[in-house]
T-cell receptor, first 114, second 116 residues
Framework: AQSVTQLDSQVPVFEEAPVELRCNYS??????LFWYVQYPNQGLQLLLK??????LVKGINGFEAEFNKSQTSFHLRKPSVHISDTAEYFC????????????FGTGTRLQVFP | DTGVSQNPRHKITKRGQNVTFRCDPI?????LYWYRQTLGQGPEFLTYFQNEAQLEKSRLLSDRFSAERPKGSFSTLEIQRTEQGDSAMYLCASSSPRGPTLYEQYFGPGTRLTVT
């Protein structure tokens, strides 16, 4: 069975500071990895995905993530955050043999302060 | 491309009543998914369609839940005899089986159900 752990439920940070949101996964098969963002009262928006190839993937809004197979991690980073980045961030995994459903972590609330 | 739409956006119902939600996916997407999200949790997979065929159902989907996608376009999710534990946000997503957006699921705004 696959699972996703987001170790930090909340991450407070000041505007223009760097941020890292941590994600670890567990799977017995090769996986595809995703980060989604959810703004209040809205659906989820895809930030970036890792399917194969380069382990450093770049997404929208200046975010990037690095796939580390040995550490089973897929941490999300941004070098300088804005107030508008305040939202809930979800890491998700799907198995490459069953790519149809996403298994989500419990989310990390990023709060950016001025 | 108008994105995934869901109706209604909010639904308040009394325990024991039946409710039905609708999802309209992105027009060229043949895959459609339903998820449920409770407060403070990530979305949980409920069921998945490819065209009109329902290919997978979660154990979370009790006998009171049924989903359909009769013509491979829009989908409905019905909950019979609602319980307070059904209160949640119900999210719909769709995806395309090919092209640069392969494996990307696009989510609608959700339907928030409150059972009183």
């Amino acid at each position: 069975a696959q699972s996703v752990t987001q170790l930090d439920s909340q991450v407070p940070v000041f505007e223009e500071a760097p941020v890292e949101l941590r994600c670890n996964y567990s799977s017995s098969v090769s996986v595809y990895l995703f980060w989604y963002v959810q703004y209040p009262n809205q659906g989820l928006q895809l930030l970036l995905k890792y399917l194969s190839g380069s382990t450093l993937v770049k997404g929208i809004n200046g975010f990037e993530a690095e796939f580390n197979k040995s550490q089973t991690s897929f941490h999300l980073r941004k070098p300088s955050v804005h107030i508008s980045d305040t939202a809930e961030y979800f890491c998700a995994v799907s198995g490459s043999y069953n790519t149809d459903k996403l298994i989500f972590g419990t989310g990390t609330r990023l709060q950016v302060f001025p | 491309d108008t994105g995934v739409s869901q109706n209604p956006r909010h639904k308040i119902t009394k325990r024991g009543q039946n409710v039905t939600f609708r999802c309209d996916p992105i027009s060229e997407h043949n895959r459609l998914y339903w998820y449920r999200q409770t407060l403070g949790q990530g979305p949980e997979f409920l069921t998945y369609f490819q065209n009109e065929a329902q290919l997978e159902k979660s154990r979370l989907l009790s006998d009171r839940f049924s989903a359909e996608r009769p013509k491979g376009s829009f989908s409905t999710l019905e909950i019979q005899r609602t319980e307070q534990g059904d209160s949640a946000m119900y999210l719909c997503a769709s995806s395309s089986p090919r092209g640069p957006t392969l494996y990307e699921q696009y989510f609608g705004p959700g339907t928030r159900l409150t059972v009183t």
